[in-house]
Nanobody
Framework: VQLQASGGGLVQAGGSLRLSCAASGSIFSINVMGWYRQAPGKQRDLVARINSVGTTNYADSVKGRFTISSDNAKNTVSLQMSSLKPEDTGVYYC???????????????WGQGTLVTVSS
């Protein structure tokens, strides 16, 4: 399973960005798709995730500002980020929990990361 993320960049505080991630390869099913963020010198933390029936979870710090969505038919997940703050700066990683076959275990897959920089 390969994940291709796009959409990062430099934006001023208060601005918006949209991240997208497409999963490809041998995929039987995807249970969860999500985004994690790793700020400089810090651990990678969950930003938002969505499961196959559309249930979402958000980090408290982004609630009301970020919206995650997915297209199950296309195996894509997007993160609409608004009212961005300098503390949102970091490398954003796409994450997928997927099965490669009907009887395969659920494995964890990561994209290459896309840098988001929010200037003050």
């Amino acid at each position: 399973v390969q994940l291709q993320a796009s959409g990062g960049g430099l934006v001023q505080a208060g601005g918006s960005l949209r991240l997208s991630c497409a999963a490809s390869g041998s995929i039987f099913s995807i249970n969860v798709m999500g985004w994690y963020r790793q700020a400089p010198g810090k651990q990678r933390d969950l930003v938002a995730r969505i499961n196959s029936v559309g249930t979402t979870n958000y980090a408290d710090s982004v609630k009301g500002r970020f919206t995650i969505s997915s297209d199950n038919a296309k195996n894509t997940v997007s993160l609409q980020m608004s009212s961005l703050k300098p503390e949102d700066t970091g490398v954003y990683y796409c994450n997928v929990h997927a099965r490669r076959g009907r009887w395969s275990p659920i494995d964890d897959y990561w994209g290459q990361g896309t840098l988001v920089t929010v200037s003050s």
